[in-house]
C-alpha cells in the first residue's frame, strides 16, 4: 500500500506542478472531488480494516505480555524487559500512508462541502468590475441563491432564484468554461438591451445615470469619469473611459449561439437575450470584455452570486459587503 499511496500522491502533484506551470488546463473543482474520493476510500478502508487489524496486534501483544510476566512471576522472576506500552503504542499508530490520506479526508470533504454547495472565494484578476471590485479584492460567492448544483457537473438539483438585472455574477466563461469570469447582470430573458453613445437602454426604457466625483486609479494613475446607475434594485457606480469609443466593431465579436439576436454598429450594441441566457456588462464599461464581445451566459455556466469582500491586502478598508 505504501508504494500506490506514494503513486497516487506523486499523481497529484504532477498534477497541480503541471497546471502550475500552464503544461494543462486545471479543473480544481475536479481536482478537489477526486481528493475527497480518494482520501474517503483511505478513511474507510482505516476506519474498518487497518485501525482494527492495528488494534488486534496490540491487543495480542498486551495478552502476550501479560501472560509471559504471570509465567516469570511463577519462576519467582520480577524483574521484566521491555516496556508494553510503548510497543503497543507503536503498533496503534498510523503509517505515514494513512496519515497523509486518511487523516486528511475531514479536512477536505469539509472543504469540499463547504466550496460546491455555500461559498467559494474568488480572487478579482482584472480592472473590469472597478469601481465595484477592485484588482485584489477577495470576495465570497454564494453558490446555492441561484440553486444547489452538482460539483464538476455543475448540474442544478434544487431551483434557487432567478438571476436578477443589477446582480454581481460568477459564470463560466462561455468561449471557455475553465475560466470564471465576474461582471454584472444587466440583461435577463426576454430582456432588449442596448448600449449605444455609452448610454445602456432596457426594453426601451434608458438607466438614467447621475454623474459623481472622479474616480482616481491607482493602478493607471489617471482619474475616470464615474457614474451611479441603478439596474434593478440597488444602486451602484461605473466608470467611463472618455478616450475610448462607445460602439463595438464586428471585427472586435466572437462567432457565439445567438449571434443573430444582435446588432453592431459604430455607436454600440443592441441584443435581444435569449431564453435561458444572461447579458453581461462589467462596470468598467469601456475596459471590460463582456457580453458585447463574447455574447450570452447561459444558466448551465452559473456559478454563483459574489456579495462580499472578505480580505484585499493592499486595502483593508474594502472588507465588506458590495451591489
Request: proline share 5%; charged share 20%.
Amino acid at each position: 500500500m505504501q508504494i500506490v499511496t506514494s503513486l497516487i500522491l506523486a499523481a497529484f502533484v504532477g498534477y497541480a506542478g503541471a497546471w502550475y506551470f500552464g503544461v494543462v488546463e486545471g479543473n480544481f473543482a475536479l481536482l478537489l472531488f477526486l481528493a475527497t474520493v480518494v482520501t474517503g476510500i483511505y478513511w474507510l478502508a482505516e476506519r474498518f480494516y487497518f485501525l482494527p487489524n492495528r488494534q488486534r496486534v496490540a491487543s495480542l501483544l498486551e495478552s502476550n505480555a501479560i501472560q509471559r510476566r504471570e509465567d516469570l512471576d511463577k519462576m519467582g522472576i520480577k524483574q521484566v524487559d521491555g516496556d508494553v506500552a510503548e510497543g503497543k503504542a507503536r503498533l496503534l499508530q498510523q503509517p505515514w500512508w494513512l496519515d497523509w490520506t486518511a487523516g486528511l479526508f475531514p479536512v477536505i470533504v469539509a472543504v469540499f462541502l463547504l466550496r460546491s454547495f455555500l461559498f467559494e472565494p474568488f480572487k478579482i484578476p482584472s480592472g473590469s468590475m472597478i469601481p465595484t471590485l477592485l484588482v485584489g479584492d477577495l470576495i465570497l460567492v454564494n453558490k446555492f441563491h441561484y440553486g444547489v448544483r452538482l460539483p464538476v457537473l455543475n448540474t442544478k438539483i434544487t431551483e434557487g432564484n432567478k438571476p436578477q438585472a443589477g446582480d454581481v455574477m460568477v459564470f463560466r466563461y462561455p468561449p471557455k468554461p475553465s475560466l470564471d469570469y465576474i461582471k454584472r447582470v444587466v440583461g435577463v430573458p426576454g430582456d432588449e438591451v442596448a448600449y449605444i453613445n455609452k448610454r445602456l437602454t432596457i426594453n426601451g426604457k434608458a438607466i438614467a445615470t447621475v454623474q459623481i466625483p472622479e474616480f482616481f486609479d491607482e493602478d493607471v494613475m489617471r482619474y475616470f469619469p464615474q457614474f451611479e446607475e441603478q439596474v434593478g434594485g440597488a444602486k451602484h457606480r461605473l466608470l467611463n473611459d472618455d478616450a475610448r469609443r462607445g460602439g463595438v466593431s464586428e471585427s472586435e465579436v466572437m462567432d457565439f449561439p445567438n449571434r443573430q439576436n444582435c446588432r453592431y454598429s459604430a455607436e454600440g450594441v443592441v441584443c435581444k437575450v435569449p431564453e435561458g441566457h444572461y447579458f453581461m456588462m462589467g462596470d468598467n464599461r469601456d475596459n471590460s470584455l463582456d457580453s458585447r464581445y463574447w455574447g450570452f451566459v447561459p444558466d448551465k455556466n452559473i456559478v454563483g452570486k459574489a456579495f462580499f469582500v472578505w480580505m484585499n491586502f493592499g486595502n483593508l478598508k474594502r472588507i465588506g459587503a458590495f451591489n
